[in-house]
């Protein structure tokens, strides 16, 4: 069993930067790939980014603003938002399952219970 804990969201500027993070329960922390999605008002969950042992996987929307990264000594994982766009602007949750990175929602067995970004104009 896996616990996620999201935490860093908040309101932020369009330009500016937020760092998320994810910490996880568990010993086994290591083995588990861990992934970002995201959902905003009236929209579908989507795929923001993940990371597993292989690297780091991004949606277009967010590559080379996005950056994912994690400290298994720490069991968390983190996700640094760059350039911020109103359109980011969603809840951010976190997840996990074993081996390796989906970007299908239905493929993860553990979820945080997000955290809100607001990225104002």
């Known amino acids: 069993q896996v616990q996620l804990v999201e935490s860093g969201g908040g309101l932020v500027q369009a330009g500016g930067s937020l760092r998320l993070s994810c910490a996880a329960s568990g010993r086994t922390f290591s083995m588990y790939a861990m992934a970002w999605f995201r959902q905003a008002p009236g929209k579908e969950r989507e795929f923001v980014g993940g990371?597993?042992?292989?690297?780091?996987y991004y949606a277009d929307s967010v590559q080379g603003r996005f950056t994912i990264s994690r400290d298994n000594a720490k069991n968390t994982v983190y996700l640094q938002m760059n350039s911020l766009k109103p359109e980011d602007t969603a809840v951010y949750y976190c997840?996990?399952?074993?081996?390796?990175?989906?970007?299908?929602?239905?493929?993860?067995?553990?979820w945080g219970q997000g955290t809100q970004v607001t990225v104002s104009s």
């Open positions: 990371i597993n042992w292989r690297g780091t």
């Open positions: 997840a996990a399952k074993r081996d390796y990175v989906s970007r299908r929602i239905s493929e993860y067995d553990y």
